[in-house]
């Protein structure tokens, strides 16, 4: 260890405000594109058919299947559809299912990216892409896989339900609690990591309240902005990992998983991440573990790994899995630990 630390930031021009997506043909012209790929979440389908139109002979195909945790069979789908257009262009618009998408048609052809996020997964700002082959999730890094433009326009977040607005805000939340525990950690992210923690542990318990408020949906909007910006210049840890270990294994939602695991996570690592723990008590003015358990709970839904259908039985094996080639990590983890968390939040 010398003490010198490496921190990158990476090029993206970002439209931000209600109604930038009417931004976006130009922005496609701007990249000297001709013929736009469009991959969409369905949920977001309405914004896709305007979109589709405003980009007018800008359009080429568009794929709106994808998938959760990137399946290389799904992506091969969308392939033979890029190979029959004469596509120079990816575009995205959805959750982290369609970004990811984007990401991996982008890695397969080298072209340029928009992405149009819809949730607050903050994929849109990193470099990795994860992708599933038989059950198991493999996850890349590499700055060509990040978009060089993204569209935040809060009006197009206005549909996301209650229960997912929380959940997804939960898995920002996961970055930037991550971030401020990471062992690449700079003052970079940390400023970054703590404005997103801010906004959503402060703000959220009121803004479940106002969702068809577009200024509390660009409130919400900006610190899954900032939450992306910290996922994207530290290494994530237990906590991601074990969202990645058993949303692929039992194929479940990526936002769902990562509500359920925080707070478990969180009582198990702040005690050896000081700094990190000291942190987020100042902003809750609390105990952090207790104020981010209550906020998972603030929405009806799945309240733990048994309602999401994850075998008591296979929590052991789980844990093994995790163990056998860690994330960095605050506190060590051996088997014995793993499961302990798993059950708590099975
Ligand atoms: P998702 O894209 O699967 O979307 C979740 C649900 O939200 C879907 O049912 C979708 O149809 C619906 N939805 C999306 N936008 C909507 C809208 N505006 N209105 C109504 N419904 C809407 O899930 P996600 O949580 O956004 O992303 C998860 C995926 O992204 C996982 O594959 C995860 O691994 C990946 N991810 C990657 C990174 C990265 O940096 N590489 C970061 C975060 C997430």
Known sequence: MTG????TTLPVRVLIGPGAR?????E???????????????SAGQATDELVSALGPLFGARFDRPVVHTPVAVTAEA???????GADLVLAIGGGSAIGLGKAI????GMPQIAVPTTYAGSELTPTLGETTDGVKTTRRDPALAPGTVVYDPELTLSLPAR???????????HAVEALWAPDASAVSDAVATGAAEVILTELPGSLAKLSDVSVRARLQEASWLAGLALAQTSMGLQHQLAHVLGAAYDLPHAELHTILLPHVMAYN???????AARLARITGADPVSVVSQLTRAVDGPANLAALGVPRADLVDLARRTVAAPYPNPRPVDVAAVTHILTQAW
């Open 22 to 26: 009417h931004e976006i043909p130009a």
């Open 164 to 174: 997912l607005t929380l959940t997804s805000v939960m898995n920002a939340l996961a």
């Open 270 to 276: 702040l005690p050896g991440a000081p700094r990190a």
């Open 106 to 109: 982008s890695s397969r052809t």
């Open 4 to 7: 010198v630390r490496v921190h």
């Open 28 to 42: 496609v012209r701007r990249l000297g594109a001709r013929q736009v790929m469009v991959v969409a979440t369905p």
């Open 79 to 85: 392939m033979r559809l890029v190979e029959g257009t």
